[in-house]
């Protein structure tokens, strides 16, 4: 019996200790167990909110520098069979191919050769030719960097959205 009551205490002053340790960690200024591990609780749901908006704050930090620090270049030549597309920008960028290969299909260019890279940046280099199909426009260097300047803004535009 003794043993019994001897383990039943070192188990409340263990208990006792484990709960003014939380009662210090979370500042809590109540003393009933019940209070203690209430205050903990939202003490725990403020420190998910904090990470929560620190997360949130660091996807802004980085792609707000990477829209600053890090532009897309452009560069489009005549060629004998259309035209020699190159976009590049020193990060990845998610999400933008597909809006350069819209861009072509507006155009109504078709991809005869392309080369992509996201290893360590983003390079996209295409040779398209107009497609026979389409209208009778013949299109200049002028007209691809407009239409392939604007997926490239939409793209730009869609990622702040997401941000």
């Known amino acids: 019996m003794k043993n019994v009551v001897s383990r039943e205490r070192r188990m409340a002053a263990a208990t006792c200790k484990k709960m003014r340790t939380l009662r210090s960690i979370?500042?809590?200024h109540a003393y009933s167990k019940t209070s203690i591990i209430l205050d903990a609780t939202k003490y725990i749901d403020e420190l998910k909110h904090r990470v929560e908006r620190i997360n949130q704050e660091i996807a802004m930090a980085q792609n707000s520098t990477c829209q600053k620090s890090c532009p897309v270049q452009l560069r489009v030549e005549a060629q004998d069979k259309g035209f020699l597309i190159k976009v590049f920008s020193e990060r990845c960028c998610g999400g933008l191919l597909v809006f350069l290969l819209e861009a072509f299909e507006e155009l109504g260019l078709d991809i005869f050769q392309a080369r992509v890279s996201c290893s360590e940046g983003f390079l996209f280099e295409a040779v398209g030719v107009k497609d026979d199909q389409g209208s009778s426009e013949c299109l200049n260097v002028q007209d691809i960097k407009r239409g392939v300047w604007k997926a490239?803004?939409?793209?730009?535009?869609q990622v702040k959205e997401r941000t």
């Open 26 to 28: 979370t500042n809590s």
């Open 152 to 157: 490239i803004q939409n793209w730009s535009n």
